[in-house]
């Protein structure tokens, strides 16, 4: 993995935790405005927007340079409108780059001819 695609991982593992956590808040905001006189969902409406733009466009610039098939992206994509859907993409990501960094090492040592 050369260096443009492990820093479109790290962008998109970077955005999805917590893309993940403005969904959660969402939701308890909007729990809090139908329960009480509180009202932060339009802030927390505009805080998830821009998450979940971020999201999608750094899936899209990490899906064009690792070249993933389209069900996998699909799957991060769903993901995303999970509402915790974010920290099983973060976990899935981190699975990935720890396997290809592996295999990078691996085919430095000669182990794998690739």
């Known amino acids: ?3 443009t695609t492990a820093s479109a991982l790290r962008r998109l593992r970077l955005v999805s935790a917590p893309e993940a956590v403005s969904w959660l808040l ?9 329960t009480t006189s509180f009202n932060a969902v339009p ?3 505009w805080v998830h927007g821009i998450s ?4 999608v466009v ?9 070249k993933w098939p389209l069900k996998r992206a699909a799957l991060y994509f769903v993901l995303s409108l ?4 974010g920290f099983f993409a973060d976990r899935m ?6 396997a290809s960094v592996i295999a ?5 040592e000669g182990v794998v001819n690739a």
Do not use: H, Q, S
């Not at 969402?26 to 139908?34: A, E, G, M, P, Q």
């Not at 990501?93 to 720890?98: G, H, S």
């Open 1 to 3: 993995m050369d260096m």
């Open 26 to 34: 969402l939701i308890v905001c909007i729990v809090l405005k139908n």
């Open 82 to 85: 999970l509402p915790t859907g």
């Open 52 to 55: 979940f733009i971020l999201y």
């Open 43 to 45: 802030v927390m409406g």
């Open 104 to 108: 990078a090492r691996a085919r430095k």
């Open 58 to 66: 750094f899936l899209a610039d990490a899906w064009n340079r690792t």
């Open 93 to 98: 990501l981190r699975r990935e780059a720890e």
